[in-house]
């Protein structure tokens, strides 16, 4: 089957890979490009694992083909981190216990960057809207909310 | 998954005429591709094994959201509900359609999901469908044989299926200008607060002046094969107050519109009753934003 070859930026990095023309994005990330941290969890958009961002969007990437990424720019959870120093979205959850098995975490943690992007001072309703598409079978949701809520309390003290 | 074709061309024209070819092509059936929110969604079930995939998103007027001179707005068929919600004006222009369009799924598919996919996949249950009916959307369509335009609730014709002939695209939506004293809203009914599909869908658009209502538009959605203008629903409401008498024999009209299936979401009287409740209570708030006090 003829493949399609692609161009992109992945994490600020241009990128080039090949695929097949009805493979998903989330496919191609993980199995052509070795970026795992994006999971997949039900392939059709419910669950929220395989999260990314596409032109700053936040995104399903199993709703995505990967054909669709040529020119646009994509986010991942592998960008997340600065080097070594970690989001302070990430370092809260590994504080607050935020996540238990982790399959849902990567795509909790992108979800809830672009929620604080948009909005920096959430109410706990507001980030419950917001990471409605994100379903975790382990925490019961309440330690990632609160965790999300102590980020975006931190962030603005440290951009005041 | 059989072999797919997937084309992104930067014009109508060329999307049209790649469309209409594939169509009468042995390779299997060709689909128009907006977010996917749907359509790889059906893919991946194998319901739906298309032979080329045409991807509108690279076509700037399908992609476009305008706001003309005279006041009116022209939404392209491909806009993201995410792009639309980010508009400086659309929302406090026609907030009813812009809560219906953004009800669509969680904030990932709001990143991708179309209004013009909203209404091609035909559900009956499609939340953006009623909003735009009551807003007396009036979509451009473009085939081989050229332009024409049709209101909204003329597209879909059943479940999963559209008036739209081979060949053709939904291009965009266009909704009429708004005189003073206009406000519109969508209520839908779901068993969850977030993330489930309509029990039943109500749009309600209205133009009010003195305290009487001067235009009045009603949809529904998810109680009948596809989604419905009431007008006997409208009638019932122009000239009046919104006293409870009007809006009970608005209710009242809307309750013999449904046509409903039973199923685990909701049983045909749970859906008929519903039809009712929400059309009040979608009045009353088309009514505030109308300015009513
Ligand atoms: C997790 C999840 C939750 C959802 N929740 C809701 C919900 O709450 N309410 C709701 O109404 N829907 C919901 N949906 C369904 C879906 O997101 C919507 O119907 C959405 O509006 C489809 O838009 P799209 O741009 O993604 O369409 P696509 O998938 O790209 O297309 C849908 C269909 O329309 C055709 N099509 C698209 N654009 C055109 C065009 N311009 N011309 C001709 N044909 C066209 C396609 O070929 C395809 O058959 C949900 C989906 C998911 C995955
Ligand atoms: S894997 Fe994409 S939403 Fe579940
Ligand atoms: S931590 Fe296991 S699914 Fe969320």
């Known amino acids: 089957m003829a493949k399609v070859h692609v161009t992109t930026t992945i994490n600020g990095e241009p990128t080039e890979f090949l695929c097949e023309p009805q493979q998903s994005l989330l496919d191609a990330l993980r199995n052509n490009l070795g970026l795992t941290g994006t999971k997949e969890g039900c392939g059709t958009g ?29 986010g991942t959870i592998e960008g997340m981190a600065q080097g070594d120093k970690l989001h302070p979205l990430q370092r809260k959850f590994l504080e607050m216990a935020a996540l238990q ?52 309390a931190e962030m603005r003290e440290t951009a005041s | ?44 079930a194998g319901v739906v094994q298309p032979g ?27 806009v993201s509900g995410a792009t639309l919600h980010d508009h400086p004006r659309f929302g406090k222009v026609w907030p009813g359609v812009l809560e219906a369009v953004n009800l669509i799924g969680s904030k990932q598919v709001q990143g991708r999901a179309s209004p013009g ?43 999963g299926r559209t008036t739209l ?23 839908r009914m779901i068993p969850r607060t977030e993330m489930d599909i309509a029990v039943v869908g109500c749009g309600v658009n209205l133009t009010m002046a003195g305290g009487k209502v001067t235009a009045a538009r009603v949809g529904l959605g998810a109680v009948a094969p596809v989604p419905l203008l009431v007008e006997d629903a409208a009638k019932a409401l122009i000239g009046s107050t919104l006293d409870e008498a009007a ?17 685990k979401r909701g049983t045909i009287a749970y859906r008929t009753k519903v039809a009712g409740v929400l059309l009040k209570r979608t009045a009353a708030i088309a009514a505030e934003r109308a300015g009513r006090k």
Do not use: W
């Open chain 2, 247 to 263: 809006l009970e024999a608005a209710a009242a009209a809307c309750r013999a519109a449904c046509n409903p299936i039973n199923d």
């Open chain 1, 101 to 152: 098995c982790g399959i849902c975490t990567p795509g909790v943690l992108i979800a809830a960057r672009a929620l604080l992007e948009k909005n920096p001072n959430p109410t706990e309703t507001e980030v419950r809207f917001g990471l409605a598409g994100n379903l975790c079978r382990c925490t019961g949701y309440d330690k990632i909310v609160r965790a999300v809520m102590d980020t975006a």
């Open chain 2, 117 to 159: 996919g909203n209404l091609c996949n035909a559900s009956p249950a499609g939340d953006s469908v009623p909003a735009m009916i009551a807003a007396g959307a009036v979509v451009t369509v473009q085939g081989p044989n050229g332009r024409r335009t049709l209101p909204v609730e003329k597209v879909p014709a059943g479940p």
């Open chain 1, 46 to 74: 419910d669950c929220g694992a395989c999260s990314i961002t596409l032109d700053g969007r936040l995104t399903c990437s199993c709703l995505v083909l990967a054909v669709e990424a040529d020119g646009h720019s994509i």
């Open chain 2, 1 to 44: 998954m059989t072999e797919i074709r997937y084309l992104a061309p930067r014009t109508l024209e060329d999307a049209v005429s790649a469309f209409a070819a594939a169509q009468g092509a042995a390779s299997g059936t060709a689909r128009i591709l907006a977010g996917g929110t749907d359509l790889l969604v059906q893919m991946r």
């Open chain 2, 52 to 78: 080329t995939i045409i991807d509108i998103k690279k076509i700037e007027e399908v992609t476009a959201i305008t706001e003309q001179p005279d006041g009116s707005f022209v939404i392209g068929a491909a």
């Open chain 2, 165 to 187: 002939t081979p060949g053709e695209i939904l291009v965009s939506f266009t909704l009429p200008a708004r005189p003073a004293g206009s406000g519109d809203a969508y209520l």
